[in-house]
């Protein structure tokens, strides 16, 4: 759900900034009087991008595909003029920078080609025998190929770099994951050898006050009996979460403020710990760097 929000979210700038670039291009095709057969079409192809993106239906591949060809038609009618070939540069690069959002390769290196070849058709058909190969003509034309070939290969650095992040992320999500589910089963395995000695003692002391007729040891007895069940706030204690944290690699074991338990439970597990049991478990589950000796 994310991703397919980011992905529209993605597509609304690029067609926002797009559809900038159009009625500033039919703008000025009004004012300069240029073909308008060419600007109805870029109108045209404008509304048939916005139906796209609003209704949804169309894959996200094919609706990148349709806005980048209309953004390459726009590019081209403004440059195939007199008046703009010099201009084509800076308008090629806002689209090399704008289409690098979609992380494809293509879309970069078609921008790169698509200028080198309206240059190329300017100086044949457009200007034709007028091309003056003056020293300023020439180190502007020079400058402009660099600048957009640069930026080509700037942007595809940058979207190697970012493909590169998104996999470091993702590798160490699944290893986070995995942590955590080594530690899940770990926290399992605790708290059953925990649960397993106190029952054992539970046991003992409901038969225990039977027998017992000194009062003060038949109180002491029951007052176990009844930590081993419930906590101070009422939950029974088989119901109760344990809450080990492993930090700066040490062990710490709370049980929801319950001193009785707390007492009774941290001597099980320093004895557990002594005679090895938890490092056991530990690196059963691959945890065991987490324990301090």
Known sequence: MFE????????????????????????????????????ILLLLGLAVNWAVY??????????MWLYFVLAMLGVFFYG?????????????????????????????????????FILGYDFVFVLGGNVKLDALSVTRTIIYLVFVFMAGQLMKKIMQARVKEIENINKRIEELEEINRRTEDFLTNV????RTPINAVTGITTIMPKNEDDVDKKKNILS???????????????NLGFDILLNDEKICVGLRNDSDLI????????SAYEDGTIISLAKQYGIENALLD
Request: proline letters at 2%; aromatic letters at 10%.
């Open 191 to 194: 708290s059953h050898e925990l």
């Open 80 to 116: 195939i003029h007199e008046t703009s070939i010099f201009d084509v540069a800076p308008l090629m690069i806002v689209i090399i920078i704008l289409f690098s959002s979609t992380g494809n390769y293509k879309f970069i290196n078609l921008c790169v080609f698509i200028y080198f």
């Open 54 to 63: 609003i209704t949804g239906k169309v894959p996200e591949s094919t609706r």
């Open 224 to 238: 176990v009996q009844k930590a081993g069940y419930y906590t101070n706030k009422g939950q029974k204690f088989e």
């Open 263 to 270: 007492e009774k439970v941290n001597g099980f597990l320093k």
């Open 4 to 39: 397919q929000e980011k992905q529209r979210a993605s597509n609304l700038i690029i067609l926002l900034i797009e559809t900038i670039l159009i009625v500033a291009l039919v703008g000025e095709s009004l004012l300069l009087g240029w073909d308008s057969g060419a600007v």
